[in-house]
Nanobody, 119 residues
Framework: QVQLVESGGGLVQPGGSLRLSCTAS?????????MGWYREGPGKEREVVAF???????NYANTAKGRFTVSRDITKNTLYLQMNSLKSEDAAVYYC????????????WGQGTQVTVSS
């Protein structure tokens, strides 16, 4: 499996912004049908937040629409998640991997990156 590495999390005030990044220790993160972002909040199940398919189409969970933007830079082998207007309920550990309907198991789960939203 290709190991994923997430970064960019941190502490931000409500209404603030963060940009998360995802890359791989070795190999391409864009060799499968889609790649996206999950989050796992305290006491909650891991859920898909947004993803981009091989042809560049993007999809968002209702909670992310209008605030989050998923993008990719294939030349840098990096997936991004721009998060704006952050709310307390966005606080979670964010992971990247193939979204559920596209999951092939090609990539191992990384350690995630913690996003904390607090004043």
């Amino acid at each position: 499996q290709v190991q994923l590495v997430e970064s960019g999390g941190g502490l931000v005030q409500p209404g603030g912004s963060l940009r998360l990044s995802c890359t791989a220790s070795t190999g391409s993160i864009f060799s499968t049908a889609a790649m996206g972002w999950y989050r796992e909040g305290p006491g909650k199940e891991r859920e898909v937040v947004a993803f981009v398919t091989h042809d560049g189409s993007t999809n968002y969970a209702n909670t992310a629409k209008g605030r989050f933007t998923v993008s990719r830079d294939i030349t840098k082998n990096t997936l991004y998640l721009q998060m704006n207007s952050l709310k307390s309920e966005d606080a979670a550990v964010y992971y990247c991997n193939e979204p559920e309907n596209y999951f092939s198991g090609t990539y191992g789960w990384g350690q995630g990156t913690q996003v904390t939203v607090s004043s």
